[in-house]
């Protein structure tokens, strides 16, 4: 089994920046691939960025060039560094991980971005 938890979310004015940390615990050798997703309220879960142990990345075409997804292996922490934030980036933000087939999530965290 793999827990992760969320921080780094809140209230931020367009333009602004914000730093998701997601610390991984458990099972942490089993993980492979690692990403954030977000929901927009009435909207589906969609991807953020991803990231596997080679660091290789994947982004979202719409947040590339804003977004950086990065993975500390010695802390077990996944983070997501979002720029120039818009209020359309507003949703719970949500960090997976990818375990033997098995796809485990965080609680979320809140993002809200004001215009």
């Known amino acids: 089994q793999v827990q992760l938890v969320e921080s780094g979310g809140g209230l931020v004015q367009a333009g602004g920046s914000l730093r998701l940390s997601c610390a991984a615990s458990?099972?942490?050798?089993?993980?492979?691939?690692m990403g954030w997703y977000r929901q927009a309220p009435g909207k589906q879960r969609e991807l953020v960025a991803r990231?596997?142990?080679?660091?290789?990345?994947i982004y979202a075409d719409s947040l590339k060039g804003r977004f950086t997804i990065s993975r500390d292996n010695a802390k077990n922490t996944v983070y997501l560094q979002m720029n120039s934030l818009k209020p359309e980036d507003t949703a719970l933000y949500y960090c997976?991980?990818?375990?033997?087939?098995?796809?485990?999530w965080g609680q979320g965290t809140q993002v809200t971005v004001s215009s």
């Open positions: 458990g099972s942490i050798f089993s993980i492979s691939a």
């Open positions: 997976n991980a990818l375990v033997h087939g098995t796809t485990h």
């Open positions: 990231i596997i142990p080679g660091g290789s990345t």
